[in-house]
């Protein structure tokens, strides 16, 4: 991906840009070189900005206000049987909104693992600014789980992209716009099983069929056109 700065870009900004560039799937492009046709991350005052032919993208919190509001009561949270002072591994992070309100909810921060490079850098700046206490690590959770103890997380969470077509909400149209549409697979709930010591938990769109797929030991439905979470006990 092109990485360039903004315009009347100050020296931290043109270093920022280059040391990103130092990463491998990044292309540092001066300004008038830049193909705009095409994704480009741009790298500004301001902080970080996704910009392609139709839209420009910055991170946000997503929905987390009303998760916020739901708080223990959220499906998500008694889906993962959560409790304070577990150890929680994000294995599909995007921008962070389920890892931080989790992280909330613990008090202990949360390890995220986002295999899109922008995705990850826009993830890390935008955590931090916002103070939420989410560790991100740049990587394919696939891979990564595997050099990971036995029982080293409480929960381990996936929430892998929904299907083109399923309704989503607008947060995520970045995540969708660049994020990673791979499915986890068998490999991945293995590792995931032997890193959780008490659970694993995946969502799903509500009329999905992923989890029927993956046979958890248990679904917890909420409500109609709501998601369903795949838990696998350990
Ligand atoms: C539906 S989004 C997750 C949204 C997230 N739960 C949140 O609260 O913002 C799925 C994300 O997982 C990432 N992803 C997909 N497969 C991955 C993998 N194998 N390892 C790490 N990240 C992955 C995608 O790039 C995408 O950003």
């Known amino acids: 991906m092109q990485v360039t700065v903004s315009g009347r870009a100050r020296e931290q900004e043109l270093r920022r840009a280059a040391s990103i560039a130092e990463l491998p799937s990044f292309e540092l492009k001066s300004r008038a070189a830049v193909d705009w046709d095409a994704t480009v991350l741009q790298v500004s005052r301001t902080g970080l900005c996704l910009k392609t032919p139709g839209r420009d993208y910055r991170w946000h919190p997503g929905l987390l206000h009303t998760r916020v509001e739901a708080g223990w009561t959220h499906p998500l949270v008694r889906a993962m049987a959560l409790t304070q002072g577990d150890r929680v591994l994000d294995c599909t992070l995007g921008l962070g909104t389920d890892a931080s309100f989790v992280a909330l909810l613990t008090r202990v921060p949360v390890t995220g693992i986002e295999l899109q490079p922008a995705l990850a850098l ?5 955590l931090r600014d916002a103070g939420h206490a989410v560790r991100v690590v740049n990587a394919d959770s696939r891979l990564l789980l595997g050099g990971l103890p036995d029982g080293s997380f409480d929960v381990v969470w996936g929430d892998p992209m929904f299907p083109v077509g399923a309704a989503v909400t607008h ?6 716009h660049i994020g990673s549409h791979a499915p986890l697979g068998q490999g991945w709930l293995d590792q995931a099983r032997r890193v959780a010591k008490k659970r694993v938990v995946v969502r799903d769109t509500w009329n999905g069929t992923l989890l029927e797929t993956m046979s958890p030991d248990k679904i917890l439905n ?3 056109q709501r998601p369903r979470y795949g838990i696998w006990l350990g």
Do not use: F, W
């Not at 947060?171 to 969708?176: F, G, K, P, W």
């Open 171 to 176: 947060s995520l149209d970045l995540v969708r």
């Open 222 to 224: 909420t409500m109609r």
């Open 122 to 126: 826009m993830a890390q700046e935008g």
